[in-house]
């Protein structure tokens, strides 16, 4: 059970995902061995899909009680113009010499909505949240982190309801079979969520 002294909040979770991408983003740019990139681009991969997912089905449904119900609407439609670039770059072999500008295209439009979203949207909702509203919003996001797909799926229903989790949760199984018979690999993380919520 949450107290005041350890209340999460949700901005602060969302920022360590955007945070994550642009250190990887910046690890990738550093990155000579092609195993490396490799490595480092199934990550990003990983992360921009995961992200993008658990706030559609935790975030955002939650926009329209704070009175950003037209914000939910637009941050959604970034996601589906997010996720078919992320998708792209995850078609995409890193041996392909277009690559780079493939993966540059989904990271600078996902970096360009987390900067929006932290610039406009994360103070309004820090504002509008009792801190016992924004923990459990933060518990939510995390949460949804655990159950979303782990590789972008465009296609899918970007609604935030049942729709979206059903078809999150047979994605979910799918990305693990693709990843392990694939032999994906990933890089650690530079910045953690709590591993307890």
């Known amino acids: 059970m949450a107290t005041a002294s350890n209340y999460l909040d949700v901005t602060h979770e969302i920022k360590i995902d955007h945070d994550n991408v642009r250190d990887l983003f910046d690890r990738y740019k550093a990155a000579t061995d092609l195993n490396e990139k490799t490595t480092i681009a199934n990550t990003l991969i990983r992360e921009m899909a995961v992200h993008g997912d658990a706030e559609e089905i935790s975030v955002y449904n939650d926009y329209s009680k704070l009175g950003l119900g037209d914000t939910a609407s637009h941050n959604k439609q970034e996601h589906a113009d997010i996720k078919k670039l992320v998708y792209d770059a995850d078609a995409t072999r890193v041996t392909q010499a277009q690559y780079d500008d493939v993966l540059q295209r989904a990271v600078t439009a996902f970096l360009t909505h987390a900067k929006e979203e932290e610039d ?78």
């Open 120 to 197: 406009e949207q994360h103070p309004l909702i820090r504002q509008k949240l009792s801190p016992e509203e924004n923990d459990k919003i933060a518990r939510a996001f995390l949460k949804a982190r655990t159950m979303v797909p782990t590789r972008p799926h465009p296609w899918a229903p970007q609604t935030g309801g049942v729709a979206q989790k059903a078809a999150g949760l047979q994605g979910a199984f799918h990305d693990k079979v693709v990843e392990t018979v694939e032999g994906r690999e990933f890089v650690d993380l530079k910045y953690q969520h709590p591993s307890q919520f």
